[in-house]
């Protein structure tokens, strides 16, 4: 199965090897993802990606026919039986499959994490920003920006220009005063980890403003970091041609506290 990382699979519940389906079969209809960062065997944030999950399927008349404990007990095979302790988990729903696999997944360096990566962007926008839907065709288009460009990550222009998400991530901005700025709840998809860090925001009496967010607004911003299941918190070094700073001091806070927050999940597992 294309796009799949190990012999075996969870489709509708039944543990098949992946060699023995087609991917293009049963995924013909509008269908609802998540992905679940495992990490020594522990599946993190499980309970929000499945509310997500329940979000979107619901916003997109798409009946979910699998249970959070039914993905917990499939993720559970998935790394007995191939093996893999750590990796990413895609759950994806459509009205007539469930298929929960490994897929293939990259994480940020240290050096990334140090000293920031390069950030684009993109002139679109997903229809429906706040559900969790696949869209294949914008997905290979973006990819193909990255590697022409060599861009770790772009974000979405939409048609009133204005920066909405990253293509696989969430946006936040810090300016001058350490004061965090994100583009409002209506124009993305409410990541769990951008989330979390403004739960980590309130505990460390940062303040966190949704607004609407323009290109031309960036020069009032002194650091700025993406957000997401496979990154977690990631500081950026530049915006297109627009430099920031990763070592900012409340943005390393940030980035400290969320990986407490991960390794605690972790051990909780164990």
Not at 32 to 39: D, H
Not at 179 to 188: G, L, W
Not at 198 to 205: A, R
Not at 226 to 243: A, D
Request: aromatic share 8%; hydrophobic share 35%; glycine share 4%.
């Amino acid at each position: 199965m294309r796009n799949t990382r190990g012999e075996w699979v969870v489709l509708n519940k039944l543990l098949v090897k992946s060699a023995n389906i087609s991917l293009t079969k049963i995924t013909t209809n509008k269908t609802a993802y998540e992905v679940i960062k495992v990490i020594d065997s522990a599946p993190l944030f499980i309970s929000q990606h499945y509310k997500r999950l329940q979000e979107s399927t619901q916003k997109s008349s798409i009946a979910l026919n699998i249970t959070e404990k039914e993905i917990l007990n499939s993720i559970k095979a998935l790394v007995n039986n191939n093996y893999f302790s750590t990796g990413n988990i895609e759950i994806s729903v459509s009205n007539n499959h469930s298929l929960v696999r490994f897929i293939p997944h990259f994480y940020p360096t240290s050096e990334m994490y140090k000293v920031g990566v390069s950030v684009g962007f993109y002139y679109a926008e997903r229809n429906n920003p706040t559900a969790k839907i696949k869209n294949n065709t914008l997905r290979n288009n973006i990819n193909k920006t990255l590697k022409r460009k060599g861009f770790f990550e772009v974000l979405l222009i939409s048609k009133q220009g204005y920066i909405t998400e990253g293509s696989r991530s969430n946006i936040m901005f810090i300016d001058n005063n350490n004061k965090i700025y994100t583009p409002i709840d209506s124009q993305v998809l409410k990541g769990i980890t951008r989330q979390t860090v403004m739960d980590i925001c309130e505990k460390l009496n940062i303040e966190v403003t949704r607004k609407l967010i323009t290109k031309q607004m960036l020069g009032d911003f002194s650091a700025a970091f993406l957000t997401g299941t496979s990154p977690g918190v990631l500081p950026i070094k530049n915006i297109g041609h627009k430099p920031l700073s990763a070592e900012n001091h409340t943005l390393q806070n940030i980035v400290k506290e969320f990986q407490k927050i991960e390794l605690e999940l972790i051990n909780a597992n164990k």
